[in-house]
């Protein structure tokens, strides 16, 4: 534990440091578990939490937002499959061997799978947009698999600790990955010139981002993805990872490419494909967030 006279740096407190040790013994209790049943466990825990705390609340507030007829078991239906595949997500990520060679056996599937082979044969840039949704990280470390080296922004968590171990897991899916920031936006501009390939999040609210449409309601969307595939030449590829009904394995599909026009428009474009994807399985959707915040 941190003490003594050393300065203290931002998210390494006292209490980030027992928040993380706290969270290391959760997983050292389950880790000899077979991997199945951990992820399983983690979705159970997960939904226990989501009752008693805010993610309920903000669950139905949001399907509320959206579709505020819904019947109530309906609704109780979609919370409690997002909770269990935010729960599954969090232990995946933190799994990351047997989570990689599970994400790795699925076939990526998808009219955008030619599209990005053709790419990496020419060195064309690639930016693969998607959300939180089954689990995107299943669909990075599936094509990484192939060979097609798939970097990626992340967003720093407050928890120094936390943080410092979940980067370690992200590279492990495969590298490079770059945190939210100048430098970081930096370093990925400087992969994607090169003609690499990375992967983007689209569905948090961004507040300086334009309005656009998500699932009938305005929400704030950055068209930096849309923005850097005009400039440098990249395909726009909506990629996802569905999460099986057996909560382990995953579909990988890459959707054709989003045509060039412009970086509302394309990017209108891929909150509609996201749109699309939630409509039609919308318990695999992180509800939990504040997307149309404010």
């Given at each position: 534990?941190?003490?003594?006279?050393?300065?203290?740096?931002e998210?390494?407190?006292?209490?980030?440091w027992?928040?993380d040790?706290?969270?290391?013994a959760?997983?050292a209790?389950?880790?000899?578990?077979?991997y199945?049943?951990?992820?399983?466990?983690?979705?159970?825990a997960?939904?226990?939490?989501?009752?008693?705390?805010?993610?309920?609340?903000?669950?139905r507030?949001?399907?509320?937002?959206?579709?505020?007829?819904?019947?109530?078991?309906?609704?109780?239906?979609?919370?409690?499959?997002?909770?269990?595949?935010?729960?599954?997500?969090?232990?995946?990520?933190?799994?990351?061997?047997?989570?990689?060679?599970?994400?790795?056996?699925?076939?990526?599937?998808?009219?955008?799978i030619?599209?990005?082979?053709?790419?990496r044969?020419?060195?064309?840039?690639?930016?693969?947009?998607?959300?939180?949704?089954?689990?995107?990280q299943?669909?990075?470390?599936?094509?990484?698999?192939?060979?097609f080296?798939v970097?990626?922004?992340?967003?720093?968590?407050?928890?120094?600790?936390?943080?410092?171990?979940?980067?370690?897991?992200?590279?492990?899916i495969?590298?490079?990955?770059?945190?939210?920031g100048?430098?970081?936006?930096?370093g990925l501009?400087?992969?994607?010139?090169?003609?690499?390939m990375?992967?983007l999040?689209?569905?948090?609210?961004?507040?300086?981002g334009?309005?656009?449409?998500?699932?009938g309601?305005?929400?704030?969307?950055?068209?930096?993805?849309?923005?850097?595939?005009l400039?440098?030449?990249a395909?726009?590829?909506?990629?996802?990872?569905?999460r099986a009904?057996?909560?382990?394995?995953?579909?990988?599909?890459?959707?054709?490419?989003?045509?060039?026009?412009?970086?509302?428009?394309?990017?209108q474009?891929?909150?509609?494909?996201?749109?699309?994807?939630?409509?039609?399985?919308?318990?695999?959707?992180?509800?939990?967030?504040r997307?149309?915040?404010?």
């Amino acid at each position: 534990m941190p003490g003594g006279t050393t300065p203290r740096r931002e998210g390494y407190g006292p209490g980030d440091w027992l928040a993380d040790a706290a969270l290391q013994a959760g997983f050292a209790a389950l880790r000899p578990l077979p991997y199945g049943m951990r992820v399983a466990t983690a979705g159970r825990a997960m939904r226990a939490a989501g009752r008693l705390g805010s993610a309920r609340r903000r669950i139905r507030d949001n399907l509320r937002l959206i579709w505020p007829d819904l019947a109530p078991e309906e609704a109780r239906r979609i919370e409690q499959e997002c909770l269990d595949n935010f729960g599954r997500t969090f232990m995946e990520n933190f799994a990351t061997s047997a989570f990689i060679a599970r994400a790795s056996a699925a076939i990526p599937q998808g009219p955008g799978i030619a599209a990005i082979e053709d790419a990496r044969a020419a060195a064309q840039p690639v930016i693969f947009v998607s959300g939180h949704f089954g689990n995107h990280q299943a669909a990075r470390a599936c094509l990484n698999a192939r060979g097609f080296r798939v970097g990626g922004l992340y967003r720093p968590m407050n928890n120094g600790y936390f943080n410092d171990r979940y980067v370690r897991t992200v590279e492990k899916i495969g590298t490079p990955v770059f945190p939210r920031g100048v430098r970081g936006t930096a370093g990925l501009i400087r992969h994607i010139r090169a003609g690499g390939m990375a992967g983007l999040l689209i569905d948090q609210h961004a507040g300086e981002g334009e309005m656009l449409d998500f699932l009938g309601q305005p929400a704030r969307t950055m068209l930096s993805a849309a923005e850097m595939a005009l400039k440098y030449g990249a395909l726009l590829v909506p990629l996802y990872g569905t999460r099986a009904a057996n909560g382990l394995d995953f579909a990988v599909e890459a959707e054709a490419p989003i045509p060039a026009s412009t970086p509302r428009d394309m990017t209108q474009a891929l909150n509609d494909s996201l749109a699309a994807r939630v409509r039609a399985d919308p318990g695999q959707w992180f509800w939990l967030h504040r997307r149309w915040k404010g």
